[in-house]
């Protein structure tokens, strides 16, 4: 029970302490912007890791973050291969072959009007489907390998993306289109200069989208066959075994890439998008 006090005493300063840092003067400057977050996730890994010994949960529940840790460091060569699979080759893949494939259908739509009437409607329902009656499927048409992780997280980022670049397709107002007009441009110079610019935060709001929805696919198809690799696949016979540190271990690796990813695509974002108002202060 002591490590269960002296974790919520920890927990409990911590929280106060991000509160002052918060709310203080000094809360818009770059180290607050990292201590506030950070301080507040060792909090928690700390609370819980009181929780854990101070009441004795078994380790097949709930293992603590120190076994997790521990568990993690062992097996840096199996958690970089399954990565490798997942990851690199799966979500990554298919992360590029979708957002590419919904990028050009998103210009063929917003020059017919029967694609926009057409392709849009179907493109909602089949994102309404449900992942795990499509993986399946896919997994038989395509193989074990990669190709149909890929597949897999295809379908889960076309539309995302494919909707959201249709809508930012749109944004620029008419009096710039008349203005383009005007100086004589045509469908594509109007394209490169005026709509794809004013499109872009639409489009980054997809893609950022897209990144958590391709590693969920990607790992979510590894359930229904992959080779003897690939997080989905461990996480899977981790719990068939109860080696459930292992499988917390691969679910912290697939959280550190989420994140990775997500802060890559809004590094670039604030790159491109610089002169819109989100993207200021």
Not at 191 to 212: D, E, H, Q, V, Y
Not at 225 to 232: D, E, L, N, V
């Amino acid at each position: 029970m002591s490590w269960f006090i002296a974790s919520l005493v920890f927990w409990i300063c911590a929280w106060l302490l991000n509160i002052r840092l918060a709310s203080s003067k000094a809360s818009d400057t770059l180290a607050v912007r990292i201590i506030v977050p950070l301080l507040f996730g060792i909090s928690i890994l700390v609370l819980w890791e009181g929780l854990v010994r101070g009441f004795e949960v078994s380790q097949v529940i709930l293992p603590a973050p120190s076994q997790i840790g521990a568990t993690f460091a062992g097996s840096l060569e199996t958690l970089w291969v399954d990565f490798q699979q997942t990851v690199l080759k799966g979500a990554l893949r298919g992360f590029a072959i979708g957002a590419a494939a919904a990028f050009f259908t998103a210009i063929l739509i917003d020059r017919s009007s029967f694609l926009t009437r057409g392709l849009l409607p179907i493109g909602n329902f089949v994102a309404a489907l449900p992942i795990v009656g499509i993986a399946p499927i896919l997994v038989n048409w395509f193989g074990f390998d990669w190709q149909s992780k890929a597949a897999v997280v295809v379908v889960m980022v076309f539309f995302p993306i494919l909707v959201n670049t249709v809508q930012g397709l749109r944004e620029a107002d008419t009096m710039q289109r008349d203005l383009m007009r005007t100086y004589a441009a045509g469908y594509t110079q109007t394209l490169l200069k005026l709509r794809l610019p004013a499109a872009m935060p639409f489009i980054f709001n997809g893609l950022k989208i897209a990144t958590t929805l391709a590693l969920i696919g990607a790992i979510v198809a590894e359930y229904f066959g992959s080779p003897i690799r690939g997080m989905g696949f461990r996480i899977s016979t981790g719990v068939g075994s109860l080696s459930i540190d292992l499988v917390w271990a691969e679910i912290a690796v697939a959280a550190l890439a989420g994140s990775a990813f997500y802060g890559i695509v809004a590094f670039i974002e604030k790159r491109v998008t610089f002169w819109h108002p989100s993207q200021r202060g």
